[in-house]
């Protein structure tokens, strides 16, 4: 099972934005996805190919944990767009450090809920979004 972060970096080396989404099923449990719109069998295809192409160590190994990790990939709908994600890759809690002041929580725009920065991680209106669009 290749790391998160590792993946994290293969993922951002793709062109794609890796985020953390909690699945259907998953309870509270943060994994790695990428929210696309795309086919899921694109997006795995980019990340190979940026493993492949910008790793270090030129390990066959190494592409071959990635391959076995991509292969447990699921896919929800999320309107007009898709999200692939690992629910056995967890989020690196490390990676995900909110730049928001508690005094400007905002309303979720998906579900309303107010005095949240993020109502969960399956919510589309994240806290990078948020600051794009105040």
């Known amino acids: ?15 794609y934005e890796a985020r953390s989404y909690t699945g259907r099923g998953m ?14 069998v694109k997006v795995i295809c980019d990340i190979i190919h ?8 030129d390990s066959l190994e190494t592409v071959q944990d990635l391959c076995e990790s991509l ?5 929800d709908s999320m309107g007009l767009s898709s999200i692939v994600y690992w629910p ?13 002041d508690e005094d400007e929580t905002k309303e979720c725009g998906a579900c309303g809920a107010s005095g949240y920065t993020l109502c969960n991680p399956a919510c589309p209106m994240s806290i990078e979004s948020m600051k794009d669009n105040p």
């Not at 309870?27 to 899921?40: N, P």
């Not at 989020?91 to 995900?96: I, L, R, T």
């Open 1 to 15: 099972m290749i790391d998160a972060n590792k993946l994290i970096e293969y993922i951002e080396d793709a062109g």
């Open 50 to 57: 940026a493993a492949v192409n910008y790793q270090d160590d």
């Open 27 to 40: 309870g509270s449990k943060e994994c790695v996805g990428i929210t696309h719109d795309e086919s899921a």
């Open 71 to 75: 292969r447990n990939a699921s896919e």
């Open 88 to 100: 056995r890759i967890t989020w690196p809690v490390d990676k995900f450090v909110p730049d928001v």
